[in-house]
């Protein structure tokens, strides 16, 4: 049903729309920090941006060198515009040269793409008449303001894929012995040879890595692009300073928890002198009324590390300091860092910077589980594992949505398996309170440690410190993993630890993701045991730590279950909404699957979503459309995911934390993510949204039983939990009531459910939490089978467990149709929208599975990115309720809003 949604002024609040406004907009604050932090300087000072005018080409077409090419003189005639940051193949597609790589198999008619479908491209060399075997040449010309004059002037790549010769106006500035790294970051001294007041040109010769570097990997997740992701592709700029600059300032906190009444506060930072004798000069500090200041000697051209400690600055011991939490547990609290260097009074460098005052700690449970705690108090990580774009495009405002959708699904954390992100991902992670896993990737040479020679020893140092300086200074930062796939061996882990002590590293360092033990460092307390591919709900509560004789079968640590710290594991494939079908695939390959489908799913052991669609078939019957296909594939994704991570939270802290695989995809898939890359939510994303609910209700598939599951940080009482289960006619099966008090961070079972007679083959159960004064706090809604299901652990893999004998949920076809009321009212203020939606049952029957929509006017498209309070519902007879949507105003392009109901058995009408 599509209903037209008329539109009206707000009457909310301005505390309302302040909360929605940060909800849905890129928020300038987050934009302050990131100069500051990225760079080091005063935000007042200049920042000259080098992002527009660049030209690219390939070195084959291109005849002269770099010292010709850097010039004024020089006419890149020919050449593609391009905008920086880019991937070669990224400024391709956007001057329309190659087309969508996105959409069906078009990626595979790429030049240089010969690879094997599922293969991983990075282990594998370019063919030699690929067109990124060569160099590639990006150039621009820019004006350089004459206030740089007199100003040590300093030359900013803050990521360059992967070797690279650099010229600055007929000038080499460095070369691809010293340019060499993918996650090295560079800032070069160009003082000597920037004009200020006049026309500069850079040129930048990029060389693509070959299997035998430190590159970028997409792993199994994706198809990987035939440049290699070859390019600047990260920001490039300049900034100036005195003779001395200030780059890393750092505040690192010790909290006296569990009372946290006062932390002490080290703050270091990093100065460099630009000239070619000693400088002598003081570094100033500030941190909102607290000042300290220290002399520094430093000699020609000589960079060191500063450090103020509060065992010789007294006035970094802070009472009752306002500390940063993650949201789920409090207010991500920020304060203001300045830091100058002075010499002879005249300020040198000054930096701005945000930080936040909280202290992480890790110890292991007794099932070796690694436990978090944030000031004192224990945390179970609930995640998702992120991927940037296939292209590695940057897009600030398609950031902070996906960053909305972690909040509003409930996630405390991200994990970023080697794809470490930009500063603003971090900012916003600060501001936001969302906790990020970091650490080195695996299945490419960054794993290959026995055939590293010592250059790549120097690149793979050089690249863990860039990293260390500019990531310690985050809040958010929860852990750094030295290791993927596997723990590094002793020398090489024994030397990042070297690293991250030397560089003040605050958080706790783990050896790698796997339950694989170090020689150096022990037991990591986290497993990667899986599942990747489909697997039964029951499974995470079944697969316990007792439970040894199909462990063998799994990955150490043992196997997916809901005990220890799993930090890369879902229940398969998620095939998204039919529309983003038919976005991905194209109209002619809609039905039945086909290689086109199976080319969007993933590479090695995931190359097709066969499991997933026997299983899809065998619970819930044969699909003769991709319609079918598609609703019935969100109610198995829905009932999976959140079975996983509500079994997580139930067996807290004996589990101690979660990360499905995957957050989200770098392409369009229809594998792994809890939403798509159209940032369409689906059934995985609100079946992980319900599991996260503050206080919740859960069904043990294991043994039938309920439980009250807390994740808010605050004792409440007098609580009513009310069960229900209705036969598939709607007769009430069983009725039972408790009175429940939920302390802070808590889990309990309240009762098992004995055999209840007379079930038809598919029923339901319906749990309702409400608090003192009847408000609904809490729900939860289970489609369960009288056919037992049941898993092979004997035949358990690496990535899978089978299912021995499925649920039968065919029955839901017998379900009648059912007409809903439905009355939507919109109203607009400024920047967003919400939409609220009135949904009632008139009939006897169950409403099933109803899924909103909100589209730009009658027949129109949806309306993405939307906040929807929840989806995928279901009614019983007589139910009423609202659903509201929270979206950008903008979006609407003009139009009413227009919404539209549909569902497993809602009658379709308009």
Not at 376 to 383: C, S, V
Request: charged share 20%; proline share 6%; aromatic share 12%.
């Amino acid at each position: 049903m599509i209903f037209s949604a008329k539109q009206s002024a707000s009457s909310r609040s301005r505390a309302a729309r302040v909360v929605l406004f940060s909800l849905l907009t890129v928020q300038p604050l987050t934009v302050a920090i990131s100069a500051a932090q990225e760079s080091g300087y005063d935000t007042t000072a200049d920042k000259l941006m080098v992002r527009d005018h660049w030209s690219l080409q390939s070195s084959a077409k291109v005849n002269a060198a770099g010292d010709v090419i850097s010039t004024p003189a020089y006419a890149p005639t020919g050449w593609h515009e391009a905008t920086v940051p880019t991937t070669v193949v990224a400024a391709l597609v956007k001057d329309k040269t190659l087309p969508d790589p996105y959409f069906a198999m078009n990626l595979r008619q790429f030049p240089g793409v010969a690879y094997a479908i599922g293969a991983n491209f990075s282990n594998i060399s370019m063919p030699k008449d690929s067109p990124y075997a060569v160099p590639w040449w990006y150039r621009t010309q820019f004006a350089v303001p004459h206030a740089y004059a007199g100003k040590s002037v300093w030359l900013n790549f803050k990521g360059i894929n992967y070797r690279a010769n650099i010229w600055l106006n007929g000038q080499r500035i460095a070369d691809s012995n010293q340019v060499a790294g993918a996650w090295r970051t560079y800032e070069f001294n160009v003082t000597d040879a920037v004009k200020p007041g006049a026309e500069n040109v850079l040129a930048v010769q990029v060389f693509a890595p070959t299997p035998s570097d430190l590159a970028i990997t997409f792993v199994d997740w994706n198809p990987a692009p035939p440049d290699k992701e070859m390019g600047l592709w990260r920001k490039v700029y300049l900034t100036t300073s005195g003779p001395v600059a200030i780059r890393y300032p750092t505040v690192i906190s010790k909290v006296n928890s569990p009372a946290n009444d006062s932390a002490r506060l080290t703050v270091t930072a990093q100065v460099k002198n630009a000239t070619g004798h000693p400088v002598h000069g003081m570094l100033k500090g500030r941190i909102e009324g607290v000042a300290f200041e220290q002399k520094v000697d430093l000699g020609a051209n000589e960079t060191k590390d500063v450090t103020f400690a509060p065992e010789q600055f007294s006035q970094l011991i802070l009472a009752k300091p306002r500390l940063w939490w993650p949201a789920q547990m409090g207010k991500p609290n920020l304060h203001s860092l300045t830091m100058s260097f002075e010499i002879d009074g005249a300020v040198s460098d000054r930096t701005e910077s945000q930080f936040g005052i909280r202290e992480i700690t890790s110890e292991l449970n007794s099932v070796g589980g690694r436990l978090f705690r944030i000031n004192g108090k224990n945390i179970l990580i609930r995640g998702g594992g992120w991927t940037p774009d296939m292209m590695l495009r940057q897009d600030s405002q398609r950031l902070h949505d996906e960053f909305r959708y972690v909040e509003d699904m409930g996630l405390n954390t991200i994990r970023l398996e080697g794809k470490l992100e930009s500063q603003e991902f971090f900012d916003i992670a600060d501001h936001e309170g969302i906790l990020v896993m970091a650490g080195w990737c695996c299945c490419d040479f960054w794993e290959q440690w026995k055939h590293w020679k010592p250059q790549d020893y120097e690149i793979a140092k050089q690249s863990l410190r860039d990293q260390i300086y500019r990531l310690r200074s985050h809040p958010s930062l929860l852990m750094w993993l030295n290791g993927s796939d596997h723990h590094p061996p002793a020398d090489v882990e024994q030397m990042y630890l070297d690293i991250e002590k030397q560089l003040l590293w605050p958080n706790p360092v783990v050896s790698s993701a796997t339950g694989k033990e170090s020689s150096v460092t022990g037991a990591s307390g986290v497993k990667m045991t899986g599942p990747y591919e489909y697997i039964a709900p029951a499974y995470w509560e079944e697969d316990t730590p007792q439970g040894q004789a199909h462990r063998e079968k799994c990955n150490p640590g043992g196997c997916g279950g809901a005990y220890g710290f799993n930090t890369e594991t879902s229940m398969g494939p998620a095939v998204p909404p039919i529309e983003s079908i038919r976005a991905m695939v194209g109209n002619d390959h809609l039905w039945p699957i086909d290689d086109v489908w199976n080319y969007h799913a993933g590479g090695g052991e995931f190359k097709n979503i066969q499991v997933f669609n026997e299983a899809l078939a065998k619970r819930y019957g044969s699909s003769g459309n991709v319609e079918d296909f598609a609703i019935k594939s969100q109610m198995q994704t829905y009932e999976g995911v959140r079975a996983m991570y509500e079994a997580y939270s139930r067996n807290k802290y004996e589990a101690t934390g979660v990360i499905q695989w995957m957050l989200n995809n770098s392409w369009p898939s229809m594998i792994w993510h809890l939403y798509d890359y159209y940032l369409r939510p689906g059934g995985g994303y609100f079946g992980a949204k319900k599991a996260m609910e503050a206080l919740h209700p859960v069904y043990g598939y294991d043994d039938h039983s309920i439980w009250v599951v807390s994740s808010q940080y605050e004792d409440v009482k007098g609580l009513k939990l009310t069960t229900k289960i209705y036969n598939l006619g709607m007769s009430e099966k069983f009725s039972h009531e408790d009175s429940v008090d939920a302390p802070a961070d808590s889990t309990q079972k309240i009762f098992t459910l004995s055999d209840v007679p007379g079930l038809s083959p598919v029923y339901f159960l319906a749990l309702r939490l409400t608090d003192s004064a009847g408000n609904l706090v809490g729900s939860n809604f289970y489609w369960l089978s009288t056919k037992p299901e049941t898993l092979n652990w004997a035949r358990s893999t690496w990535f899978m467990t089978p299912t021995l004998s499925f649920a039968d949920y065919t029955a839901i076809s017998q379900l009648p149709k059912v007409k809903l009321s439905v009355t939507p009212h919109t109203e607009s203020d400024g920047p967003e929208s919400l939409t609220h939606v009135t949904l009632e049952n008139p009939s006897k029957s169950l409403a099933f599975f109803v899924r909103l929509k909100v589209a730009k006017g009658q027949n129109g498209e949806e309306i993405l990115p939307v906040l929807w309070e929840d989806n995928y519902i279901s009614l019983l007879p007589g139910e009423k309720r609202e659903v509201t949507a929270t979206y950008r105003t903008s979006d609407l392009g003009g139009s009413e809003p227009a919404v539209e109901v549909s569902g497993w058995n809602v009658e379709k009408s308009e």
